[in-house]
């Protein structure tokens, strides 16, 4: 299996504000730290909302955290008169390294098609940023057993046009949305069986090396009493965390998952 570093990413969703995110940000790296947590084994990441940014990036450069950081959207354009969106080039600026993409929430509120989320994932390429492409099917689409078709048209959708070397920067999360928030969790072997297939797509559009670099994220429900399990499995290179994520002693016992094995 090739070297990939599991990354562990909070996303705040539209939770917590600004004061919220420095006191949260501050008890995650207490929590950490004082589990030794080695960031070279485990990045761990959060995405807090656009007017929590500035705060975090503040903290994080004063306290030489190693947490990173990132936003939950971006724009598909660099600037201009697109009120309401956030650049992904301002987001690099204020010293981001990721930004979700495709979130099923953005996909299901915001009519958020495979075209607009291609588009999305070059901006946030094209300003350095490491993307994370978020797929996933509903609840009908699984009952239909057309999950892994499904799937992977998002995972092509969303990849067209995005090169060998850049697509080693993006971060796929796999979500089913009927795992989302609900407490209903994929079984590790669910998790595995489409991360396999992610991987598997991969090869096929570029080539096993490069397919290898991809990091393929699972998310919808994980907590500390389920992620190890997730985490055993081959093709599963971290997780997506939403609610647990809000709660820093929690969310750092997500990251330090090897310590409970
Ligand atoms: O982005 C995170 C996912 O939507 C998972 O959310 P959840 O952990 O609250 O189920």
Known sequence: MANRTPLMAGNWKMNLDHQQAIQTVQKLAWALRD???????????VLPPFTDIRSVQTLVDADKLELKYGGQDCS??????????TSPVFLAKLGATYVAVGHSERRQYHAESD???????????????????????????RRAAAHV?????????????????????VVVAYEPVWAIGT????????????????????????????????????????????????M??????????????????????????KSHI
Do not use: W
């Not at 589990?35 to 990441?45: C, I, L």
């Not at 995972?155 to 060998?164: H, K, M, P, W, Y």
């Not at 991969?202 to 429900?221: C, H, K, M």
């Open 35 to 45: 589990g030794k947590h080695d960031f070279g084994a485990v990045e761990v990441a």
């Open 232 to 257: 055993a499995k081959p093709d599963v290179d971290g997780a997506l965390v939403g609610g647990a994520s809000l709660d820093p002693e929690e969310f750092a016992a997500i990251a330090r998952y």
């Open 76 to 85: 598909a354009h660099v600037s201009g008169a697109y009120t309401g969106e």
């Open 115 to 141: 075209d607009l989320v291609n588009a999305k994932v070059k901006a946030a390429l094209g300003a350095g940023l490491a993307p994370i492409l978020c797929i996933g099917e509903d609840l009908e689409t």
């Open 149 to 169: 078709q499904h799937t992977l048209l998002q995972l092509e959708g969303g990849l067209l046009d995005v090169s060998a070397e850049q697509v080693r920067k």
């Open 183 to 230: 407490g209903e969790t994929a079984t590790p072997e669910d998790a595995q069986e489409m991360a396999e297939a992610i991987r598997a797509r991969l090869v096929e559009l570029y080539d096993e090396e490069t397919a290898q670099a991809v990091r393929v994220l699972y998310g919808g429900s994980v907590k500390s009493s389920n992620v190890a399990s997730i």
